[in-house]
C-alpha cells in the first residue's frame, strides 16, 4: 500500500501561482509514475501532469508552459507548482501513484481544492 498526502491547495486570483505537494509513504519498493490529476465540477477526471520513475514528463496541453512537476525522491514528495492560473484551473486536484510494473495497481490522495477567481 501507498498512501498519498496532498497539500497546498488554496484560493488565488487569476495569474496567481499555488504549489501543491504530494507526499508518499508506504511501500514504495517499485517504481511509480507519479501523476497529477483534476475533477472539474461535471466533467471527468483529468491528468494534469505525470513523472515517470525515470524522469519522463507528460503534461496536459491547456496547462504547459504554466505548469511544473518535479519530484524530491529523497523525501517522496512530488510537487506541482502552478504558475498564470486561470479560474478554468479551478478544481479538485489528486495525486496519484501508478505502479509502473502492475498497471492494475495505482493509489490516490483524498485531493486538495484550487480555487482560481477574482
Known amino acids: 500500500q501507498v498512501h498519498l498526502v496532498e497539500s497546498g491547495g488554496g484560493s488565488v486570483q487569476p495569474g496567481g501561482s499555488l504549489t501543491l505537494s504530494c507526499a508518499a509513504s508506504g511501500s514504495l519498493s517499485s517504481l511509480y509514475t507519479m501523476g497529477w490529476y483534476r475533477r472539474i465540477p461535471e466533467k471527468q477526471l483529468e491528468l494534469v501532469a505525470e513523472?515517470?520513475?525515470?524522469?519522463?514528463?507528460r503534461y496536459k496541453e491547456a496547462v504547459k508552459g504554466r505548469f511544473t512537476i518535479s519530484q524530491d525522491k529523497v523525501n517522496n514528495i512530488v510537487f506541482l507548482h502552478m504558475n498564470m492560473l486561470r479560474p478554468e484551473d479551478t478544481a479538485l486536484y489528486y495525486c496519484?501513484?501508478?505502479?509502473?510494473?502492475?498497471?492494475?495497481?495505482?493509489?490516490w490522495g483524498q485531493g486538495t481544492q484550487v480555487t482560481v477567481s477574482s
Open positions: 496519484n501513484a501508478a505502479d509502473e510494473n502492475d498497471a492494475e495497481t495505482d493509489f
Open positions: 513523472i515517470s520513475s525515470g524522469g519522463g514528463i
